[in-house]
C-alpha cells in the first residue's frame, strides 16, 4: 500500500501524477487528508481523500509514502504528527520515502538526507541539512526518492511505479502514456 499524503495548499500535479501512474501499476494507492477529508490545493483544487490522517494504519503492508510539494502544503505536512509518525515508522522499517518539490525539506529537517543525495525545488537547498543537493529532476538514494518540482511530475511517478514494480513495468506504462 501506498500512503498518499494531501495537506491544503498541495500542488496538484506533484499528487495527482503519481496517484495516476501507481495505480496504472496496480499499486493500491490511498490519498490521505491531513486535516480533513476535503483538502485544497495550491491552486483552488479541492479533492476527498480515501481517508484522514488520523486513521492511517502502519504496518507491515506499508510499502511507500509520498509528500507531494506546494506551498504552504509541505509546512502543513510537516507540521502534522500523523506524517511525522509515518516517517519515521518508514526510516525504521526501511519502507521508501518519496517527497517532490518544498516537501524534501520535511526530510531535511528531521535529518533524514543527511550524507545523501537529493534533489528539492530551487531555493529549498539549505533546508536539508546535511544532504548532498545534485539538482537532477529525480533523485533516489536508500529508501529515499526526491524531485524537483511540478515539472517532473510524470518522471516522478514513474519512478516510484519502477521501484514497486519493475523497469519493464515502468517502461511500458510510460510508452502507453505517451511520456517521452
Not at 511507500?64 to 500523523?82: K, Q, R, T, Y
Not at 528539492?120 to 538514494?141: M, T
Request: hydrophobic share 45%.
Amino acid at each position: 500500500m501506498v500512503y498518499v499524503f494531501l495537506a491544503n495548499g498541495f500542488e496538484e500535479m506533484e499528487a495527482a501524477a503519481p496517484i495516476d501512474i501507481l495505480r496504472r501499476a496496480g499499486a493500491e494507492v490511498v490519498t490521505v487528508g491531513v486535516g480533513g477529508d476535503k483538502i485544497t490545493a495550491a491552486h483552488g483544487l479541492t479533492v476527498c481523500t480515501d481517508i484522514t490522517a488520523d486513521r492511517i494504519s502502519l504496518g507491515k503492508e506499508l510499502e511507500m509514502i509520498v509528500l507531494p510539494g506546494g506551498m504552504p502544503g509541505a509546512d502543513n505536512l510537516e507540521n502534522s504528527p500523523e506524517v511525522q509518525a509515518a516517517l519515521d515508522y518508514c526510516c525504521e522499517n526501511n519502507i521508501y520515502v518519496s517527497a517532490i518539490c518544498a516537501a524534501p525539506k520535511i526530510l531535511g529537517h528531521k535529518g533524514l538526507l543527511k550524507g545523501r543525495y537529493c534533489t528539492c525545488f530551487p531555493g529549498y537547498e539549505n533546508d536539508l541539512q546535511g544532504a548532498i543537493p545534485n539538482g537532477k529532476p529525480v533523485v533516489v538514494d536508500g529508501s529515499f526518492i526526491t524531485a524537483k518540482g511540478a515539472g517532473v511530475a510524470m518522471q516522478f511517478g514513474l519512478k516510484l511505479a519502477e521501484l514497486l514494480t519493475s523497469k519493464e513495468k515502468a517502461a511500458a506504462l510510460a510508452s502507453s502514456m505517451q511520456y517521452r
